[in-house]
């Protein structure tokens, strides 16, 4: 049985218990998928300055060029060329991130353009579209008067494309059109065009991934980066200024993980995007050591250190009294950004970073700490640093080191630092490679019993709200088209969305969120386990079951998480003390299914349903309920108190 205490004193969680990461580069997880951009290489910066992704149509030809450019940061150009008069309807085209998802809907098209002298367009119109693989099936097509472009002159056209109905494949192109008897040189850059994005973001995220994000409830989101926020080397960090203002003044950087970032999903567009998810940003910056491990010297960091001033300048401060405040205004964001967490660096303990952490962190944290004293500020490791505010704990493991380490924050010192798990992930299901999770048996996709294990130790996080800020899976999102990286908490390719085991078991966690944690102790004939270790949450466990009673004081719910990591069903006979309550909830459940390896059952692109979850009801009389718990299954139990 499992007795509840009802009570309105307790310690409290904190609404940013359970959080998502987004990278900015692992698995094309921000250019190609959550950045709504459809066209690829859009300003020819890909694989150190390429025509990737464009080819011709009809006639003509096309090359790269450099005179002219259209700012410092966009140095190259495509310039399409047409020797003769065309014979045919001629053009360049581009075939997208891995192809071009096209709905019923409309788009935004935009470009530079430019004319060179002698250029002759017969009706001075271009066409603007999509079509099929082929260039046969045109799906949407809008027209461009040119005729009053100036020669030798950037100019930027923005304009819709009416698609009116879906294309059956994703095979398709955008294309630029000449009309017969065209002649000259005409000149591109930054050739974009996006669907409609989440909130109808200009220049925002792609919908469907980003409302998968949203369903989460994330109570925070930890960005840019992991490793990207580092880059490959010092000079292609993550450099905030670089990332703000117009696309054209973007130059972007080489990825750490893939290809070419384009930034054009910047700070702004970042944090907004946390704003518009509901999520509190848990904002990384650079600090002074970068992938290739260099790090920069102490006594060279003062322009580094500048660069983050600025950078929570620029997010934060007030836009009447502070420059970097009055050109968030300029740019479109006359309001500060609420920015309470800020962690220095990331993964300072892996390979040559630890060396020159102690420096780095010291002489950041005291300029920063004292210039913005709201702010708490994490360190990535506690290992060579006096007591931080808060450090930010990784682990990608085995099921059996989630489960194990269950308590593992009831056993650090309540003195010490606040814990953040900015990154943790089963990624290998084999138990026996837990001191080796990287070898043999790395999972391409989360398992039931990897999202099992994650939400024992989740438990753990909300048991142990006192010193924990909030814990999210990493990576989280994959392109299947372009992986680095797996098993990944959401997969996707331009027409679909995997939710993942994971994703379901967090889904479960984030949706049903208490502010209070409820005494609780389960007991039945043979183990009783009613000692409190800690707080007054009870002792969490009871043989192979895992459990936490919590309560949602806004709308007096009682939320219950149960894991069962046995083999067998539990049936649970619950009491909730002293109360008379009569009432009807439901229990969210994820499970393999009776006598399933839970290994096995996987949401992938071939079976992306393999696993869902179901709901039952769950009558409450007299303050008694009950549920069995099945064998390998994450159960989260509602009801009114
Ligand atoms: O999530 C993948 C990578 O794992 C992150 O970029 C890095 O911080 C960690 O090593």
């Known amino acids: 049985s499992l007795n509840i205490e009802n009570a309105n004193t307790g310690q409290k969680i904190p609404a940013t218990m359970h959080g998502v990461i987004l990278e900015t580069n692992v698995n094309r997880d921000d250019d190609g998928g959550l950045y709504a951009e459809l066209i690829y290489n859009r300003a020819f910066q890909e694989n150190n300055r390429s025509l990737d992704g464009w080819s011709t149509f009809g006639q003509g030809s096309i090359n790269l060029n450099i005179s002219q450019p259209l700012t410092s940061a966009l140095p190259a150009q495509l310039r399409y060329s047409l020797i003769t008069n065309s014979t045919s309807v001629s053009g360049i085209r581009n075939s997208g991130y891995y192809g071009i998802n096209l709905q019923a809907q409309n788009y935004t098209a935009s470009f530079f353009y430019r004319s060179l002298p002698g250029v002759y367009v017969p009706g001075g119109k271009l066409n603007v579209g999509f079509s099929d693989s082929t260039g046969q099936i ?9 005729s009053k472009a100036p020669i030798n002159i950037w100019f930027y056209y923005s304009f819709d494309i009416i698609v009116f109905s879906a294309a059956p494949s994703t095979k398709n192109f955008f294309f630029i059109e000449f009309p017969l008897g065209s002649k000259g040189e005409f000149e591109f850059n930054l050739i974009s065009c996006f669907p409609p994005t989440y909130k109808n973001r200009p220049n925002g995220a792609r919908f469907d991934l980003a409302q998968t994000f949203a369903d989460l409830k994330p109570g925070f989101i930890r960005l840019p980066g992991g490793n990207d926020l580092e880059g490959p080397s010092i000079p292609e960090r993550f450099i905030w200024n670089n990332t703000v203002g117009h696309l054209e003044n973007r130059p972007g950087r080489r990825g750490t993980w893939a290809g070419y970032n384009t930034e054009g999903f910047g700070l702004i567009e970042l944090i907004t995007f946390a704003e518009d998810i509901g999520a509190v940003p848990i904002l990384a910056v650079y600090a002074g050591y970068s992938l290739d491990g260099k790090a920069v010297p102490q006594d060279q960091l003062q322009p580094y250190i500048d660069e983050v001033v600025k950078e929570l300048d620029f997010l934060t401060a007030s836009a009447n009294d502070n420059r970097m405040g009055a ?26 970073a630890i060396n020159t952490y102690d420096y780095r962190w010291t002489t950041f944290y005291n300029v920063l700490s004292k210039r913005y004293p709201n702010i708490t500020f994490i360190a990535t490791t506690a290992k060579t640093i006096n007591s931080p505010p808060a450090v930010d704990d990784h682990f990608y493991q085995v099921p059996l080191f989630f489960i194990e380490n269950f308590r593992r924050y009831e056993n650090v010192p309540r003195s010490g630092p606040r814990v953040l798990i900015g990154e943790f992930a089963v990624i290998n299901d084999d138990d026996s490679q837990i001191t080796n999770p990287f070898g043999p048996g790395r999972l391409v996709y989360p398992s039931i019993k990897s999202a099992i294990a994650e939400s024992v130790y989740r438990i753990g996080f909300e048991r142990n709200s006192d010193i924990i800020i ?8 994959q392109n299947i088209d372009n992986t680095q990286w797996t098993p990944s908490f959401i997969v996707f390719n331009t ?28 007991t039945n004939n043979t183990i009783t386990h009613q000692s409190v270790e800690k707080g007054q949450e009870g002792d969490g466990k009871l043989g192979n079951l895992y459990f936490i009673a919590t309560k949602r004081t806004n709308d007096n719910t009682l939320i219950v998480k149960l894991v069962n990591v046995d083999p067998t069903d539990i049936l649970i006979n619950a009491q909730i003390q002293g109360s008379t309550t009569s009432s009807t909830g439901v229990a969210y459940i994820l499970t393999a299914g009776s006598g399933v390896d839970p290994s096995t059952v996987q949401n992938t692109m071939l079976n992306p349903n393999a696993a869902s979850i179901t709901e039952q009801s769950v009558s409450a009389r007299n303050g008694t309920w009950s549920i069995t718990v099945p064998s390998w299954s994450v159960v989260v139990v509602t009801l009114t108190l």
């Open 495 to 522: 027409s679909s969305v995997i939710k993942s085991t994971s994703y379901l078991a967090q889904k479960m966690f984030g949706e049903n969120l208490g502010n209070l944690i409820l005494y609780s102790a389960a």
């Open 138 to 146: 045109i799906y949407g097509i809008s027209t461009l008067d040119i």
């Open 327 to 352: 050109l968030r205004k300029q740019l479109g964001r006359s309001e500060p950004f609420d920015i309470r967490y800020v962690e220095i660096g990331n993964e300072d303990w892996l390979g040559a």
């Open 470 to 477: 909030g814990g999210c899976y990493a990576p989280i999102l």
